[in-house]
């Protein structure tokens, strides 16, 4: 028995005694990174949030900024594939390790596996972590592990714990860090259209980091505006790629006429806002805004086309960032703070278009949101589908005969697209139709985007169109 495996063998079960901030002697970035990534574990932290309030308290530059997003994320994304490597290089179940201790060992196995930081280094630093939230012998099992994962290369681990699959989704789920039910239903919504055989492909970009798209929001973003941004985004008419700089700093240079958004989230507010000329004096509607990234594309779209919106949200905290983002629009936007599902009742026979952009899972969004794979359960769809169908049965009640709504999510989950648009209008009884949603998209988009014909809706993919995975469908009320 090698010392490391005998120090293994002694060690790394014993939960911490105490739990101090780690060692200072632990370089910025990595002890950030690490502290973000217990934060997700122990009391459900957004890394997204939380790991750039961490950069900005601790004045990271930005080499180091970017060390410590990159070492955060990917250790979160590829969590599921460092759980099956560790366990295989402990000799043990995850379950049976100290999970501040599993922590250090996922983000110690990141750089060794993922980065070019050297092994010392990597393996120096995760032992001076252990040592402070650790018990006394964890240092020598986090040591033991880590220089156990050392003497193999990536390819060299991924063969092993491919053996160990039961399955092809299996097999998938370990390769490319998902949860298996998450794969299944990756597989399923390729499948509706046809693509079942760009799985691996999906799941690969959801590891990859998102490009930081920019809106400038028409008829209010400047020709100097559009300058400071990088190149045209390569569908949205009104989309960028940012190639660098800060985008925050962009957004408040140009007070909200330019802002951070997903083409995808460009486009699903476009498919409604554009589907059909607006005509003066029409009421639209956004009924789950918060926080208000479409609402503020959609107010723009309305008031150049003199229409006039109004944006609902249920959360009073998310309401007011809908008033903060639609603070770019020199007319006040209403935004109320209503139940969406009571909108039928309220509101009947009111609205010309309206978007119905339901709370979801976010499936679709998983480049964004490092741990919310791990998160989210197959129970959380079945929750959700239950709003999501009163919410599209109220809004399509709220709609005047005639108009048109768009109903989006940023999930391709087929329990929350297909079956809740499918449900909605079978039970409206030939009052709905959907409408040709791929040939609107299609209409304004500035390249082809490949849909496939007869869907009735547009699912985008983070793999085929850089997007994250937005789902949506125009469903019009009989005139
Ligand atoms: C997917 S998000 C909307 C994102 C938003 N359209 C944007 O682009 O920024 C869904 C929103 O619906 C809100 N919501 C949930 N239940 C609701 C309800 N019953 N009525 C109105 N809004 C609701 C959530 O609080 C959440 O802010």
């Given at each position: 028995m090698s010392d490391?495996?005998?120090?293994?063998?002694?060690?790394g079960t014993t939960p911490a005694r105490s739990r101090q901030a780690p060692a200072d002697?632990?370089?910025?970035?990595?002890?950030?990174?690490?502290?973000?990534?217990?934060?997700?574990?122990?009391?459900?932290?957004?890394?997204?949030?939380?790991?750039?309030?961490?950069?900005?308290?601790?004045?990271?530059?930005?080499?180091?900024?970017?060390?410590?997003t990159e070492l955060t994320y990917g250790t979160l994304r590829m969590q599921g594939f460092y759980d099956r490597v560790i366990a295989l290089a402990a000799n043990r179940p995850v379950s049976a390790i100290d999970p501040a201790i599993l922590d250090v060992l996922r983000l110690g196995a990141h750089q060794l596996l993922a980065t070019r930081v050297a092994t010392h280094a990597a393996v120096n630093e995760s032992v001076s972590l252990a040592k402070q939230v650790g018990s006394?012998?964890?240092?020598?099992?986090?040591?033991?592990?880590l220089r156990t994962i050392a003497r193999s290369s990536v390819e060299e681990?991924?063969?092993?714990?491919l053996e160990g699959a039961v399955n092809v989704d299996d097999r998938l789920a370990a390769e490319y860090s998902h949860p298996a039910w998450i794969v299944r239903a990756f597989r399923q919504a390729l499948k509706a259209e046809g693509h079942e055989d760009e799985l691996a492909d999906l799941l690969a970009a959801d590891n990859m980091a998102a490009k930081v798209n920019m809106v400038a929001l028409p008829g209010l973003a400047t020709d100097a505006d559009r300058e400071r941004l990088g190149l045209a985004d390569e569908f949205s008419p009104v989309g960028f790629v940012l190639d660098s700089g800060d985008p925050y700093h962009l957004v408040t240079a140009t007070e909200g006429r330019v802002r951070v958004q997903d083409e995808g989230s460009q486009i699903a507010a476009l498919a409604l806002s554009?589907?059909?000329?607006?005509?003066?004096?029409?009421?639209?509607?956004?009924?789950?805004?918060?926080?208000?990234?479409?609402?503020?594309?959609?107010?723009?779209?309305?008031?150049?086309?003199?229409?006039?919106?109004?944006?609902?949200?249920?959360?009073?905290?998310?309401?007011?960032?809908?008033?903060?983002?639609?603070?770019?629009?020199?007319?006040?936007?209403?935004?109320?703070?209503?139940?969406?599902?009571?909108?039928?009742?309220t509101h009947a026979d009111t609205f010309d278009r309206i978007l119905l952009d339901a709370p979801c899972t976010g499936l679709g969004a998983l480049r964004r949101r490092p741990e919310a794979r791990w998160r989210k359960q197959p129970k959380d769809v079945a929750d959700l589908a239950g709003l999501q169908s009163g919410l599209l049965d109220a809004a399509l009640l709220a709609l005047k005969p005639g108009g048109i709504l768009a109903y989006v999510t940023c999930s391709p989950h087929t329990a929350e697209t297909r079956a809740i648009v499918a449900l909605a209008v079978r039970k409206a009884g030939g009052s709905v139709t959907a409408l040709d949603t791929a040939a609107v998209v299609q209409s304004f988009s500035a390249a082809n985007l490949d849909l496939p014909a007869d869907t009735g809706s547009v699912q985008l993919w983070p793999h085929r169109h850089g997007t994250d995975a937005m789902f949506i469908t125009l469903l019009q009320r009989a005139p």
């Open positions: 490391d495996r005998a120090r293994m063998d002694r060690a002697n632990v370089q910025p970035a990595r002890r950030i990174a690490y502290e973000v990534i217990a934060a997700v574990r122990e009391s459900d932290a957004y890394a997204n949030l939380l790991l750039p309030t961490r950069i900005q308290r601790a004045a990271l530059g930005t080499a180091d900024a970017a060390l410590a006394r012998s964890a240092t020598g099992f986090t040591n033991g592990v681990w991924r063969e092993r714990v554009r589907a059909k000329p607006i005509v003066a004096g029409e009421r639209w509607l956004d009924l789950c805004a918060g926080p208000g990234g479409k609402a503020a594309l959609l107010a723009s779209e309305a008031r150049a086309g003199g229409a006039e919106l109004v944006a609902n949200e249920l959360v009073p905290a998310r309401a007011t960032l809908v008033r903060t983002a639609l603070q770019a629009l020199p007319e006040t936007v209403p935004v109320w703070e209503i139940d969406g599902t009571t909108i039928g009742q």
